[in-house]
């Protein structure tokens, strides 16, 4: 079946440092690739998303590129900010007949970002 | 615009008390709507998801179970809580058009079961 794996945390890093989430997924056919954000106390937010192999997802400041031949969706920010701790999950989409589509979830990873 | 609604916010049941958290959609129509718990260190876990009114696949046996007696509401509920149903519920919608489709998620439940 299809799994996600990312890096453990907790994360902690200060202001204007370089982050770096690791992610592979294992998957039949070609999923679509997400990064989720669930700030604390509530639901999850969808950061950036990519449908197909060499696609860029991007959003405030965050990327991640869909690479097939590592299985790989790696979320990157060159500085983060403190506005930026939160829970970062991975996740996959795969038809799973008809017009459903089912999301497989990463454990999350804690990231916080001190001043 | 579309807008997820669940209700309530958070909940402390004891072991053995009955359980209904509500789901409601607005601004679509005929999503596939989705119930995820969320447990401390072990991510989200699909429990149901709904393509239709009446219609319900369970992911995993458990001690809950789920209905949709409207296209926009979704409903999970249990006859008899245990403790290791304390979690974070999250309900999610997705349009269902075909095609991969974002799920939106709801603020969350927070239950706690004593």
């Known amino acids: 079946g299809n799994s996600v794996t990312q890096m453990e945390g907790p994360v902690t890093l200060s202001e204007e440092a370089f982050l770096t989430i690791n992610c592979t997924y294992t998957?039949?056919?070609?999923?679509?690739l997400f990064w989720y954000v669930q700030y604390p106390g509530e639901g999850l937010q969808l950061l950036l998303k990519?449908?197909?192999?060499?696609d860029k997802g991007s959003n405030k400041g965050f990327e991640a590129t869909y690479r097939k031949e590592t299985t790989s969706f790696h979320l990157e920010k060159g500085s983060v900010q403190v506005s930026d701790s939160a829970v970062y999950f991975c996740?996959?989409?795969?038809?799973?007949?008809?017009?459903?589509?089912?999301?497989?979830f990463g454990k999350g990873t804690l990231l916080t970002v001190n001043p | 615009s579309q807008t997820i609604h669940q209700w309530p916010a958070t909940l402390v049941q004891p072991v053995g008390s009955p359980l209904s958290l509500e789901c409601t959609v607005e601004?679509?129509?005929?999503?596939?709507l989705y119930w995820y718990r969320q447990a401390a260190g072990r991510g989200l876990q699909l429990l149901f998801y709904?393509?239709?009114?009446?219609?319900i696949s369970s992911e995993v046996p458990q001690n809950l179970s789920a209905s949709r007696p409207q296209d926009r509401q979704f409903i999970l509920s249990s006859k008899k809580l245990l403790l290791s149903d304390s979690g974070f519920y999250l309900c999610?919608?997705?349009?269902?058009?075909?095609?991969?489709?974002?799920?939106?998620f709801g603020p969350g439940t927070r239950l706690t079961v004593l």
């Open positions: 999610a919608w997705e349009t269902g058009t075909g095609g991969y489709n974002e799920q939106f």
């Open positions: 998957a039949t056919g070609y999923p679509s």
């Open positions: 990519a449908t197909k192999a060499d």
């Open positions: 996740a996959l989409s795969q038809n799973s007949g008809g017009s459903n589509y089912k999301l497989t």
């Open positions: 601004g679509t129509s005929n999503p596939n």
């Open positions: 709904s393509v239709g009114i009446g219609q």
